[in-house]
């Protein structure tokens, strides 16, 4: 690996100290009022539930799971659920501050929220992975509701997880009340009352964004070429959407390895692989590469979609390409983010990046309360219209303030909670 960078801002930070240094350096730019400041540097509420659930084989397994409420005075708390074995208490409050960023961004009546299990989904049964998600919505119980708290897919969960959420959530409640609750989560199947396009939905907004980047920068999409971290929800409909525009995507890593390809991969055919085997290793249309290759894989375009804290003091300086899309959340570190900024490589923030996912989320909801169906035409053009407003607004305000791209959107997100703070003031 290539040396660290001298101007360390953030080796031995963690992932919520690097939230909050994003946050302090916002408040900074825009003159943030102190009271305001301090309530959001941490969440309104840390839930932590330890839960016994039946393994296959009759026995019993103790599981550690999590939901962080940041804020919600801009509306319910709102933000995925995490099953990965890395979970721990600062990840999910720095993503649950991340979720309130991003839905005042996008202008959606929704604060935010994180919450996951620490364990590894890929060593349980699906009857397992049933038991342990209806026993954590069970052991979450008032906490989560439609009009209060509305979990959604991240890492490791998908529509599945989510109406089995819904099913309990229901369950525990009046029978009469059934279907009002349906949108206590979002990202649910389409025929348990998801939404057309919610699949699809962060790495549609992904590529909206980067094609507004592309518009500004004079730079085509058709014929670039893309590199990849996480080939799972995130950066697989990213890939295949990005690849009908014309874009090649030549390299992916995931937890298994890393391809490479330079006449292109093919995304659908890559998606069905992992489905297969789990990870894109063993993917015989290309060669394998390690980590430090791809890092420094020759593409305009790097997506991480994978985890927190990936490009930094070491993997930044590999780094060749023109814009870094963020559809991962916290991929960048506050070193990797400086080295970026020095080489003049753009970064389009998570926050704004991966915003697709709660918007369509918010739609999903709000099928849910009028008991409508929309069009995926319909839901594609609304999509388009905010992310295209929130990369419009994240861009005037970096030129008003002369900031970064990240610090802008956090400016916007920042002076709305702000204004409604003032105009609601502090209870008593
Ligand atoms: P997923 O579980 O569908 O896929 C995760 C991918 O990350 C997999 O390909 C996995 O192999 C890869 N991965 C895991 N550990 C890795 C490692 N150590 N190195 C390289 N790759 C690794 O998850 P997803 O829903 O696609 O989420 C990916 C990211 O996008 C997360 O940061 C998540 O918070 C963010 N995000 C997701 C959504 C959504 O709607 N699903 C919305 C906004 C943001």
Same mark, same amino acid.
């Given at each position: 690996?290539?040396?660290?960078?001298?101007?360390?801002?953030?080796?031995?930070?963690? /992932?919520?100290?690097?939230? %909050?240094?994003?946050?302090?350096?916002?408040?900074?730019?825009?003159?943030?009022?102190?009271?305001?400041?301090?309530?959001?540097?941490?969440?309104?509420?840390?839930?932590? !539930?330890?839960?016994?659930?039946?393994?296959?084989?009759?026995?019993?397994?103790?599981?550690?799971?999590?939901?962080?409420?940041?804020?919600?005075?801009?509306?319910?708390?709102?933000?995925?659920?995490?099953?990965?074995?890395?979970?721990?208490?600062?990840?999910?409050?720095?993503?649950?501050?991340?979720?309130?960023?991003?839905?005042? &961004?996008?202008?959606?009546?929704?604060?935010?929220?994180?919450?996951?299990?620490?364990?590894?989904?890929?060593? *349980?049964?699906?009857?397992?992975?049933?038991?342990?998600?209806?026993?954590?919505?069970?052991?979450?119980?008032?906490?989560?509701?439609?009009?209060?708290?509305?979990?959604?897919?991240?890492?490791?969960?998908?529509?599945?997880?989510? /109406?089995?959420?819904?099913?309990?959530?229901?369950?525990?409640?009046?029978?009469? &009340?059934?279907?009002?609750?349906?949108?206590?989560?979002?990202?649910?199947?389409?025929?348990?009352?998801?939404?057309?396009?919610?699949?699809?939905?962060?790495?549609?907004?992904? /590529?909206? !964004?980067? %094609?507004?980047?592309?518009?500004?920068?004079?730079?085509?999409?058709?014929?670039?070429?893309?590199?990849?971290?996480?080939?799972?929800?995130?950066?697989?409909?990213?890939?295949?959407?990005?690849?009908?525009?014309?874009?090649?995507? /030549?390299? !992916?890593?995931?937890?298994?390895?890393?391809?490479?390809?330079?006449?292109?991969?093919?995304?659908?055919?890559?998606?069905?692989?992992?489905?297969?085997?789990?990870?894109?290793?063993? *993917?015989?249309?290309?060669?394998?590469?390690?980590?430090?290759?791809?890092?420094?894989?020759?593409?305009?375009?790097?997506?991480?979609?994978?985890?927190?804290?990936?490009?930094?003091?070491?993997?930044?300086?590999?780094?060749?390409?023109? !814009?870094?899309?963020?559809?991962?959340?916290?991929?960048?570190?506050?070193?990797?983010?400086?080295?970026?900024?020095?080489?003049?490589?753009?970064?389009?923030?998570?926050? &704004?990046?991966?915003?697709?996912?709660?918007?369509?989320?918010?739609?999903?909801?709000?099928?849910?309360?009028?008991?409508?169906?929309?069009?995926?035409?319909?839901?594609?053009?609304?999509?388009?219209?905010?992310?295209?407003?929130?990369?419009?607004?994240?861009?005037?305000?970096?030129?008003?303030?002369?900031?970064?791209?990240?610090?802008?959107?956090?400016?916007?997100?920042?002076?709305?909670?702000?204004?409604?703070?003032?105009?609601?003031?502090?209870?008593?």
């Amino acid at each position: 690996m290539a040396a660290r960078s001298k101007k360390s801002a953030s080796p031995g930070m963690n /992932v919520f100290e690097v939230a %909050q240094a994003q946050l302090d350096r916002a408040a900074k730019a825009i003159d943030l009022d102190p009271d305001v400041h301090q309530i959001l540097t941490q969440p309104k509420s840390e839930l932590i !539930v330890n839960f016994p659930v039946r393994m296959d084989d009759g026995s019993y397994k103790l599981f550690k799971g999590y939901r962080i409420q940041h804020n919600n005075i801009m509306g319910p708390y709102k933000g995925g659920i995490r099953y990965h074995h890395e979970v721990h208490l600062d990840e999910v409050k720095a993503l649950a501050a991340w979720m309130t960023w991003k839905s005042a &961004l996008l202008e959606i009546p929704f604060g935010g929220a994180k919450g996951g299990i620490k364990f590894d989904p890929r060593e *349980y049964s699906k009857l397992e992975l049933e038991r342990i998600t209806r026993r954590f919505t069970h052991s979450l119980g008032s906490n989560i509701g439609p009009d209060y708290d509305i979990p959604a897919p991240d890492m490791g969960t998908n529509a599945q997880t989510m /109406v089995w959420m819904m099913d309990t959530y229901m369950n525990s409640g009046a029978h009469t &009340l059934k279907n009002a609750v349906r949108g206590v989560v979002t990202g649910k199947s389409l025929t348990s009352g998801g939404s057309r396009g919610r699949e699809k939905a962060t790495g549609q907004g992904l /590529v909206y !964004v980067l %094609q507004e980047w592309a518009r500004e920068r004079g730079f085509t999409l058709d014929g670039a070429t893309v590199a990849i971290q996480g080939f799972g929800n995130v950066g697989s409909h990213a890939a295949r959407i990005l690849a009908r525009l014309g874009a090649s995507v /030549v390299a !992916v890593q995931d937890h298994t390895g890393a391809v490479f390809n330079p006449e292109g991969l093919h995304p659908k055919r890559l998606a069905e692989h992992v489905r297969l085997k789990g990870g894109v290793a063993g *993917y015989d249309h290309a060669t394998v590469i390690d980590r430090e290759a791809f890092f420094a894989t020759d593409a305009d375009i790097f997506i991480p979609a994978a985890l927190e804290m990936q490009i930094t003091g070491e993997t930044a300086p590999l780094m060749k390409c023109k !814009v870094v899309v963020e559809g991962a959340n916290g991929p960048t570190d506050l070193e990797g983010e400086e080295i970026l900024q020095s080489r003049g490589i753009d970064v389009l923030p998570d926050v &704004l990046a991966n915003a697709g996912g709660v918007t369509v989320s918010y739609f999903e909801w709000l099928q849910n309360r009028r008991a409508e169906t929309w069009t995926l035409e319909d839901v594609d053009r609304r999509l388009h219209t905010m992310m295209t407003a929130a990369y419009a607004t994240m861009r005037r305000m970096a030129v008003e303030r002369a900031v970064d791209n990240r610090t802008a959107a956090y400016c916007h997100s920042l002076n709305r909670i702000q204004t409604v703070y003032r105009e609601r003031g502090i209870f008593p």
